[in-house]
């Protein structure tokens, strides 16, 4: 697959997503929220393009990477196009009038090319280790996300003043309801930093309350998804994110995209330190 087929790729994906929630059908969006999830090192555009070639794919690299797990790629197997860089040095020399010397400077180029990666159901071979699930016990996620919250300069205090809402947060403090259990702390906690994180600059934020809420919430169910906590957020009403601009729709998609996944680095990369599998990340492809 060329490179350019491979954007031709991306962009029929965008393109069905689209029409996927123009028509009210937003189980298509909430399956890409889920690869946002599942391939958090991954570009926007590259889980995008996972999704869309191989809706049930968990775990995905290359092929060379899943000879060093000990597994090998069956045969007949059609590998999974993503778009990763490639970065080109070359030495240039500039002339120095005032001394009458040549310079010798590196510079860089960044370009792009077709890899293919395979998902774990595609091989065959040494059983791999399984990832860190927390089944409804976020464990030790709770308190690296709290380190995360205080980390960006934003307290975090629990009340019971804050009426019939589980959180709230504004201008760098986020209080939460007392009483929660672990789980509706750590959904709720990525809630409201999400709101932090992304809406803070009011001159650079959704302008419909309706739009930021539905960032939020959908950060917090990437984050919950990716860790295995069971949400009920996979019943929101995701089309709220779109209103007839695409662009705008591929904005949010970016902006959950990068805060999902700036959480999940603080939150769970200890937990895979080590692990090849699915830690290839690539540059984003243009949709």
């Not at 298509?28 to 570009?43: D, I, P, Q, T």
């Not at 090998?72 to 020399?93: D, F, L, Q």
């Not at 805060?259 to 243009?286: N, Y």
Request: charged share 30%.
């Amino acid at each position: 697959m060329r490179t350019s087929h491979a954007r031709k790729v991306s962009e029929q994906a965008f393109n069905e997503l689209v029409e996927a929630v123009e028509e009210g059908k937003s189980h298509k969006l909430v399956e890409y929220l889920k690869a946002m999830g599942r391939f958090h090192n991954y570009s926007l555009g590259n889980a995008i393009l996972i999704a869309f070639q191989k809706p049930d794919a968990t775990r995905v690299a290359g092929f060379r990477t899943w000879q060093k797990l000990g597994r090998h790629v069956m045969r007949n197997e059609k590998g999974i196009a993503i778009m990763a860089p490639i970065v080109w040095r070359r030495k240039v020399t500039h002339a120095d009038d005032e001394e009458d010397k040549q310079e010798h400077k590196e510079e860089t180029a960044l370009a792009f090319k077709t890899a293919y990666m395979f998902d774990v159901s595609q091989t065959d071979g040494k059983p791999l280790p399984d990832f860190a699930r927390v089944n409804g016990d976020p464990g030790v996620y709770i308190e690296r996300l709290r380190e995360y919250v205080t980390s960006r300069g934003i307290m975090l205090e629990y009340s019971d003043a804050i009426g019939s809402a589980e959180g709230v947060s504004s201008d760098g403090l986020i209080r939460l309801k007392k009483g929660l259990t672990a789980a509706e702390e750590l959904s709720v906690l990525t809630h409201e930093v999400a709101h932090e994180v992304l809406h803070a600059d009011r001159n650079n934020m959704p302008k419909e309350k309706k739009v930021r809420e539905t960032e939020a919430e959908a950060v917090a169910f990437v984050v919950c998804h990716c860790i295995g906590l069971d949400t009920n957020s996979a019943s929101s009403d995701y089309i709220q994110l779109y209103n007839g601009d695409r662009e705008t729709l591929m904005k949010s998609l970016e902006r959950i995209q990068s805060t999902a996944a700036e959480i999940l680095a603080v939150v769970m990369d200890k937990e895979s330190e080590g692990e090849t599998a699915g830690g290839e990340s690539c540059v984003a492809v243009a949709a």
